[in-house]
């Protein structure tokens, strides 16, 4: 049974930063490309950032770059996602994803889900 399990969330201010962490268990971890989304309240969910399997490749969504960074540990089998310089619109329930492909960039794309992490950043 695959679990993907999100930790690191919590309450911050406007600024300041925290680092997410999402560990796989169930599948080959290093064949899965991973990937970070988020959810806002009464929004839907949106691509944040993904890795490839290897790692070699990242890629960002416009409203993060620059100031999220998306890593993988694959002995550890986890992801992570630190982010700084965080704004009140990043507030969201953050959920990472894994899929069995070269690259994740949409919802579409995941195979697999967290329940997610909240983040409230306040201002």
């Known amino acids: 049974q695959v679990q993907l399990v999100e930790s690191g969330g919590g309450l911050v201010q406007a600024g300041g930063s925290l680092r997410l962490s999402c560990t796989a268990s169930?599948?080959?971890?290093?064949?899965?490309?991973m990937g970070w989304f988020r959810q806002a309240p009464g929004k839907e969910r949106e691509f944040v950032a993904s890795?490839?399997?290897?790692?070699?490749?990242?890629y960002y969504a416009g409203s993060v770059k620059g100031r999220f960074t998306i890593s993988r540990d694959n002995t550890k089998n986890t992801v992570y996602l630190q982010m700084n310089s965080l704004k009140p619109e990043d507030t969201a329930v953050y959920y990472c994803?894994?899929?069995?492909?070269?690259?994740?960039?949409?919802?579409?794309?995941?195979?697999?889900w967290g329940k997610g992490t909240l983040v409230t950043v306040s201002s």
């Open positions: 994803a894994a899929a069995a492909r070269s690259v994740i960039s949409s919802v579409a794309a995941g195979d697999y």
């Open positions: 169930g599948l080959t971890f290093s064949t899965y490309a």
């Open positions: 890795i490839s399997r290897s790692g070699a490749s990242t």
